[in-house]
């Protein structure tokens, strides 16, 4: 039998109505494109030489976590799982003979798959995704083949986008600002023509673009969709609570600040831009408290990993992150590593989060997050429902926000770079290859090659298979004693390696980090499939 409610308590509960839409938060997840935590002044302090007011706002407002990871150290392997709440490496990879070149990539994930949208959803939320995409579309064609540059019909809506995985209104770019096709796509509908042929950044992709599209204009131009967004939901008369997605361009290249930004910064243009990046956080901030929606807001600001080696006032050149330390900026703050390697400054990133009321103001967070635990965090704020399955290895981190010293919900952290996988536990950190897990094209050192040649010359030839994990061929850290990774204990502390080795075993294995029946990985997982040839045995 239905439980009878008494008639007063009915009222009561429709007049508390925004006391229950406090309980279900909105939600505004801001991820900026390779900034490091450097850049921002609330973490590198004196080695910072960019002003970030606002981060530095949200740091005083809410609680500034300092052990914060990205699960990946480049852009899609990372969105992935922030959008999923599971490791990039557990989805099969898609079918390179259908993905077209940059933006015209193919969907990463399957339609369907479980997302934060999604999840949220349950719980009556009504999600927006504004800003870079870069987890792939299928747009329609005027042929048979592969999407790509010579063949979209820019007339037709995408066949998958955004709307696929939850979301109720979405304004895209669909890759990075460096990759074509540059023109904006809302709600699965292309804006305008795309009958130009554009380029920007060092690295001179020319490719289709709308006639109207200029790479200054765009931080602006995803600002002020997010603030139409925000307020729409502040006017709306039903009140029903929102999680809008909003992905910044920048400060990736090109290196491109707005003509109002241009010369704010002693550092030159990256430090420019890093301003505007600054500028459109605090843009959003101002859109919430004109609202009225800032007291029943989660808003999180972050970066989806670290700084690239070659970002700074050149276009793209490698190992400009010289020059720039050079000039007293620390993009990757303390730490070693940059963009696409397995090092602390390649994935740590900053993290603030402020939910007025309910996470500590001015808290300092010293635990291990990871983004991947966005979708469980968010999950329990909105008291959304989520299956057996979903978001399988995102832990929730929502005892963190009101106690920032509490004991750390999560155990370990898999984190994988272009080329290597790493886990930490504690203070250690287990990095499985001898290198920085990434080509040293752009100036991430010791890059694969030097370092596996090294390593299989020390011991002495090649190894088979199995004994790549030896501690000959592996790097453990402290990252207590050794935040900056100098010191390799591999040799000196074998048991611990044979511990992580245990640990991230069983990780890969079970399908899951969260407690639970064992999953299906949705392709076997090799830690060393992206080696050098010449490393095994024959």
């Given at each position: 039998?239905?439980?009878?409610?008494?008639?007063?308590?009915?009222?009561?509960?429709?007049?508390?109505?925004?006391?229950?839409?406090?309980?279900?938060?909105?939600?505004?997840?801001?991820?900026?494109?390779?900034?490091?935590?450097?850049?921002?002044?609330?973490?590198?302090?004196?080695?910072?030489?960019?002003?970030?007011?606002?981060?530095?706002?949200?740091?005083?407002?809410?609680?500034?976590?300092?052990?914060?990871?990205?699960?990946?150290?480049?852009?899609?392997?990372?969105?992935?799982?922030?959008?999923?709440?599971?490791?990039?490496?557990?989805?099969?990879?898609?079918?390179?003979?259908?993905?077209?070149?940059?933006?015209?990539?193919?969907?990463?994930?399957?339609?369907?798959?479980?997302?934060?949208?999604?999840?949220?959803?349950?719980?009556?939320?009504?999600?927006?995704?504004?800003?870079?995409?870069?987890?792939?579309?299928?747009?329609?064609?005027?042929?048979?083949?592969?999407?790509?540059?010579?063949?979209?019909?820019?007339?037709?809506?995408?066949?998958?986008?955004?709307?696929?995985?939850?979301?109720?209104?979405?304004?895209?770019?669909?890759?990075?600002?460096?990759?074509?096709?540059?023109?904006?796509?809302?709600?699965?509908?292309?804006?305008?023509?795309?009958?130009?042929?554009?380029?920007?950044?060092?690295?001179?992709?020319?490719?289709?673009?709308?006639?109207?599209?200029?790479?200054?204009?765009?931080?602006?131009?995803?600002?002020?969709?997010?603030?139409?967004?925000?307020?729409?939901?502040?006017?709306?008369?039903?009140?029903?609570?929102?999680?809008?997605?909003?992905?910044?361009?920048?400060?990736?290249?090109?290196?491109?600040?707005?003509?109002?930004?241009?010369?704010?910064?002693?550092?030159?243009?990256?430090?420019?831009?890093?301003?505007?990046?600054?500028?459109?956080?605090?843009?959003?901030?101002?859109?919430?408290?004109?609202?009225?929606?800032?007291?029943?807001?989660?808003?999180?600001?972050?970066?989806?990993?670290?700084?690239?080696?070659?970002?700074?006032?050149?276009?793209?050149?490698?190992?400009?992150?010289?020059?720039?330390?050079?000039?007293?900026?620390?993009?990757?703050?303390?730490?070693?590593?940059?963009?696409?390697?397995?090092?602390?400054?390649a994935h740590r990133v900053p993290f603030l989060v402020r939910w007025p009321g309910k996470a500590a103001s001015g808290g300092v967070c010293?635990?291990?997050?990871?983004?991947?635990?966005?979708?469980?965090?968010?999950?329990?704020?909105?008291?959304?429902?989520?299956?057996?399955?979903?978001?399988?290895?995102?832990?929730?981190?929502?005892?963190?926000?009101?106690?920032?010293?509490?004991?750390?919900?999560?155990?370990?952290?898999?984190?994988?770079?272009?080329?290597?996988?790493?886990?930490?536990?504690?203070?250690?950190?287990?990095?499985?290859?001898?290198?920085?897990?990434?080509?040293?094209?752009?100036?991430?050192?010791?890059?694969?090659?030097?370092?596996?040649?090294?390593?299989?010359?020390?011991?002495?030839?090649?190894?088979?298979?199995?004994?790549?994990?030896?501690?000959?061929?592996?790097?453990?850290?402290?990252?207590?004693?050794?935040?900056?990774?100098?010191?390799?204990?591999?040799?000196?502390?074998?048991?611990?390696?044979?511990?992580?080795?245990?640990?991230?075993?069983?990780?890969?294995?079970?399908?899951?980090?969260?407690?639970?029946?064992?999953?299906?990985?949705?392709?076997?997982?090799?830690?060393?499939?992206?080696?050098?040839?010449?490393?095994?045995?024959?």
């Open positions: 039998m239905m439980p009878r409610f008494p008639f007063f308590l009915v009222l009561a509960l429709l007049a508390c109505g925004g006391a229950m839409a406090q309980d279900r938060p909105n939600i505004v997840l801001v991820v900026a494109d390779d900034l490091g935590i450097g850049d921002v002044k609330a973490y590198g302090g004196e080695r910072c030489k960019i002003d970030t007011p606002n981060f530095d706002r949200l740091a005083r407002e809410g609680v500034r976590f300092t052990d914060a990871h990205a699960t990946a150290s480049s852009c899609i392997a990372s969105r992935m799982a922030i959008m999923t709440g599971r490791y990039a490496w557990r989805y099969a990879a898609p079918d390179a003979a259908t993905d077209g070149p940059w933006g015209y990539l193919t969907p990463r994930l399957e339609p369907g798959t479980p997302t934060l949208a999604t999840v949220l959803k349950r719980a009556g939320y009504r999600s927006g995704y504004v800003g870079k995409w870069h987890l792939g579309t299928l747009m329609s064609t005027k042929d048979s083949k592969p999407q790509g540059p010579g063949n979209v019909d820019y007339e037709t809506p995408l066949r998958v986008g955004p709307a696929e995985y939850g979301f109720d209104f979405s304004f895209i770019l669909p890759g990075s600002l460096d990759m074509y096709p540059y023109a904006f796509i809302r709600d699965g509908a292309w804006v305008g023509p795309v009958t130009a042929t554009k380029a920007f950044s060092g690295f001179q992709r020319s490719g289709p673009a709308a006639p109207d599209f200029e790479d200054h204009l765009v931080l602006d131009t995803l600002t002020k969709e997010a603030e139409a967004f925000l307020s729409e939901a502040g006017a709306a008369e039903k009140k029903e609570p929102f999680f809008l997605y909003v992905g910044l361009t920048s400060p990736h290249s090109p290196i491109s600040p707005g003509k109002a930004f241009q010369g704010k910064s002693a550092l030159g243009p990256y430090g420019d831009l890093v301003m505007e990046t600054d500028a459109c956080l605090g843009r959003i901030l101002d859109a919430l408290d004109r609202t009225g929606l800032a007291k029943g807001t989660i808003v999180v600001a972050t970066s989806d990993h670290g700084p690239a080696a070659y970002a700074g006032n050149e276009p793209e050149a490698p190992g400009q992150y010289k020059k720039m330390q050079a000039a007293g900026h620390y993009s990757n703050g303390d730490y070693r590593g940059f963009k696409f390697d397995i090092y602390e400054g010293p635990r291990v997050v990871g983004l991947v635990d966005l979708m469980a965090t968010f999950a329990g704020a909105a008291k959304a429902r989520m299956v057996d399955g979903e978001g399988a290895d995102s832990v929730s981190f929502l005892t963190l926000l009101e106690n920032p010293t509490a004991e750390a919900p999560r155990r370990n952290l898999v984190v994988t770079s272009d080329t290597a996988f790493s886990i930490r536990r504690g203070a250690l950190k287990l990095i499985l290859g001898p290198g920085c897990g990434a080509s040293s094209q752009w100036g991430n050192e010791p890059g694969d090659d030097v370092a596996w040649q090294t390593a299989v010359a020390a011991f002495g030839h090649p190894p088979t298979l199995s004994e790549l994990g030896l501690p000959q061929f592996v790097q453990l850290y402290n990252l207590t004693k050794d935040p900056k990774e100098t010191k390799n204990l591999a040799q000196d502390q074998p048991d611990d390696v044979s511990t992580l080795l245990e640990q991230i075993d069983t990780v890969v294995a079970s399908g899951r980090t969260t407690p639970g029946d064992w999953l299906e990985n949705d392709r076997p997982v090799n830690y060393f499939e992206k080696i050098p040839p010449f490393v095994l045995a024959k």
